[in-house]
């Protein structure tokens, strides 16, 4: 069963009430009933065990069994700046990265894409891709859920990053190995890992990216599509900083 998110707002003493998506998605999806137990986590990293003591067309009301406290973070937070994909590739990709624990996702718009966003549809595609992190990050359980943020100018992101760390994949070129470039270790730092698009980067983009202290990485000899490396990118950052294997 999936940790679902809440606010702490909805909760009163011993009873949590859900409402909204939340509670449509309780009653009419998985047909939550009376007796059942379910996990929840608020935005302060605390997980409670609940039972349900009523299911209402409006509102899930539960009663809180357990309280447990999120585990202190000890490492930086990752973030992702993946440069937008045709078709659901960006789709799979958001939700890839939510269940590997990334805290932020910052869609790029970058010179070789052949996606851009329509001014008219940014608010609605965010929100999409917000919906798809947060159902990942609950499904792998997860203490909190990422951040989407609207789409960025790649020039413009490479100008302003302020990042511990950013790792820029960057194939047919001299490279790191993605596997033991150096990585800062404290939880008050960050890493940024940077994917471009189908076609790869601009040799322009990849000049100021450089310029702007980003760190040119390899995922090794394999050239991979740009949803393949993103995941296997983030897994290895992942690896190294003890959150997976």
Known sequence: MPAFFISSSDIRETQITLTGDLCHHL?????????????LTDEHRRRYRVRVLQVAQQAVTAEILEQRQGPV???????????MLKGDH??????KASELGVRTILPLVSRH?????????????????QRIATEAAQQSEQWQPPQ???PLESRRFFSTHTATCSLLLAERREALALASVP??????EQICVIIGPEGG????????????????????????RADTAAVTALSIVQSRLGRLG
Do not use: F, N, Y
């Not at 009653?27 to 379910?38: D, M, P, Q, T």
């Not at 894409?113 to 891709?129: E, F, K, L, Y």
């Not at 990485?217 to 394999?222: I, K, R, T």
């Open 183 to 188: 990585l800062p270790r404290l939880p008050s």
């Open 113 to 129: 894409g052949v996606v851009r966003p329509q001014t008219d549809r940014i608010a609605a595609q965010v929100a999409r891709w």
């Open 73 to 83: 973070e000890s490492s930086p937070p990752l973030l992702l700046a993946q440069a």
């Open 90 to 95: 960006m789709d799979w990709v958001v939700q």
């Open 148 to 150: 989407v943020l609207e």
């Open 201 to 224: 980067w601009a040799e322009e983009e990849i000049t100021l990216a450089l310029a702007q202290h980003c760190q040119a990485v390899s995922l090794g000899e394999c050239i991979l």
């Open 27 to 39: 009653r009419a999806s998985l047909r939550v009933k009376s007796g059942e137990h379910l996990w």
